[in-house]
């Protein structure tokens, strides 16, 4: 078996996290979800706030601070794997 490319397998599973419902996932899950997703596609977050910044942003904002320290490969890596669990 040849092992695709980690940006294949991520891509394959953003789709599968396109396909999900909000409902089916526990608001922890989906936060961990999104700031892996962020730290896997724009790396570690700036904390440049804007005067829109709400709450929720602020939850999502700490989910994805939380895991700052991964590089780009492992939040790929780490999504995928979370994924895969909840499918």
Same mark, same amino acid.
């Given at each position: 078996m040849i092992e695709r490319d980690?940006?294949?397998?991520?891509?394959?599973?953003?789709?599968?996290?396109?396909?999900?419902?909000?409902a089916s996932l526990p608001q922890d899950d989906q936060l961990r979800l999104y700031a892996l997703y962020k730290q896997a596609t724009m790396g570690t977050v700036d904390l440049k706030q804007n005067s829109a910044y709400?709450?929720?942003?602020?939850? &999502?904002?700490?989910?994805?601070?939380?895991i700052s320290h991964l590089s780009i490969d492992e939040a790929k890596e780490n999504y995928i794997l979370?994924?895969?669990?909840? &499918?």
């Open positions: 980690l940006d294949t397998r991520f891509a394959e599973a953003v789709e599968i996290a396109v396909a999900m419902t909000q709400h709450l929720r942003d602020a939850f &999502k904002t700490n989910a994805w601070m939380q979370m994924i895969h669990s909840l &499918k």
